[in-house]
């Protein structure tokens, strides 16, 4: 399979529900898709607009700065320590590196791709860009021998659920058992909220707990767009195994995959100042603290959803149907049916929307309730 045959973008099949929503006398209140809609913070931004001189490529290792930014980020909010510069590579965005991990790893035919039941479709996407197998599961005893790449998504999206320590340590396991990359999507890990994970950082694939100290065919991978509002930046990176990160290095030199200077300087800033993104977290805190019970008091069951930027709903009939409900009142979400075949009778909200939209589907809500 190749790029010619990939399916239809997914979100296509939204637009006439779209259509509904905008039809409501309030207007739309679009929770469809997690794209922030907050400032980005002024210390970033000032922090791109020195940089923009930027007349000489950029390096595709990031700057020596950048890569100190990531790795101190690492031990202080992710608990992983003793990282270096061989451990750690910006990204363009995380999404095209989900996408691309197969090709760059020399994966094709034969070979299976795992990722999450409930899943971003990315995963999927990237497997049958070279020919490999998609499996969506979620337990390890299950993975084929096959299996060449593992994808784990903790918090997930859309579901929100967290992996713990142990069944993080069960995942790396039987990935290095299958001679597997383990690669660990943790672009909402700032984000928690649900007990533990209120009080207690979300655990990364690379904690030495998960490990046992070995960093052997693990890699994380981390995005600020949703953080520090950086989504237009494309600013991401992943972190781990030193010879894998070498190997895509390689890789990406040639396929000239850089991450614009001006951006590599605001990384550093944005990475270095937690200020912002305790401030962001709150204004997400206080619009879940509306759409939860709102939801649920309109027939909605919530699931998971202990961390990240979604609430993963159902209220027992087809996703489409719920859909069109929510439509009705001016709401838009996404459909189940796009993160893989097992949640059916799912939607997604998403809480990137403004204070005053989150309030007014709240409102809308609560007329059904």
Not at 5 to 26: C, E, F, K, T
Not at 99 to 107: F, M, T
Not at 200 to 229: F, H, I, M
Not at 325 to 342: K, V
Request: charged fraction near 20%; charge should be negative.
């Amino acid at each position: 399979m190749g790029v010619a045959d990939l399916a239809d973008y997914p979100w296509d099949a939204v637009a006439p529900y779209a259509d509904r929503a905008r039809a409501h006398p309030g207007g739309i209140v679009d929770l469809s898709v997690g794209s922030p809609v907050d400032a980005t913070p002024t210390v970033v931004a000032d922090a791109l607009r020195a940089a923009t001189d930027a007349h000489a490529y950029p390096q595709t290792m990031g700057t020596p700065a950048l890569r100190a930014a990531i790795v101190e980020w690492y031990e202080r909010r992710r608990g992983v320590p003793g990282l270096t510069a061989a451990n750690v590579l910006p990204t363009v965005g995380s999404k095209e590196l989900v996408a691309l991990l197969p090709l760059l790893l020399g994966l094709g035919p034969g070979d299976v791709v795992v990722h999450p039941r409930a899943a971003y479709p990315s995963y999927e996407v990237g497997a049958r860009l070279v020919g490999a197998t998609p499996l969506s599961s979620d337990a390890p005893a299950d993975w084929p021998a096959e299996t060449r790449l593992v994808w784990l998504n903790s918090p997930g999206n859309p579901d929100g659920r967290v992996l713990d320590v142990a069944q993080l340590r069960a995942a790396v396991a039987r990935a290095r058992e299958l001679g597997a990359v383990l690669a660990s999507d943790e672009c909402y890990a700032e984000l928690g909220w649900a007990a533990p994970w209120d009080a207690d950082p979300v655990p990364s694939a690379l904690d030495p707990r998960v490990t046992g100290g070995s960093l052997d065919g693990v890699l994380s991978v981390y995005s600020l767009s949703k953080q520090s509002n950086l989504a237009g930046y494309r600013a991401a990176f992943l972190a781990g195994d030193p010879q894998i990160v070498a190997r895509l290095l390689t890789a990406r030199k040639h396929l000239g995959l850089m991450l614009p200077a001006p951006v590599q300087a605001a990384m550093v800033v944005a990475l270095g100042d937690d200020a912002h993104v305790a401030a962001q977290k709150e204004r997400y805190r206080a619009r879940r603290a509306l759409l939860k019970p709102a939801l649920e008091g309109a027939g909605f069951r919530i699931d998971a959803s202990e961390a990240g930027l979604y609430l993963w709903a159902t209220e027992g009939r087809d996703a489409w149907e719920s859909l069109g409900r929510l439509a009705d009142l001016g709401i838009l979400a996404g459909p189940g049916h796009f993160y893989g075949a097992h949640f059916p009778q799912h939607v997604r909200l998403s809480l990137t929307a403004s204070d005053e939209r989150i309030g007014a589907a709240a409102e809308r809500l609560a007329e059904i309730s």
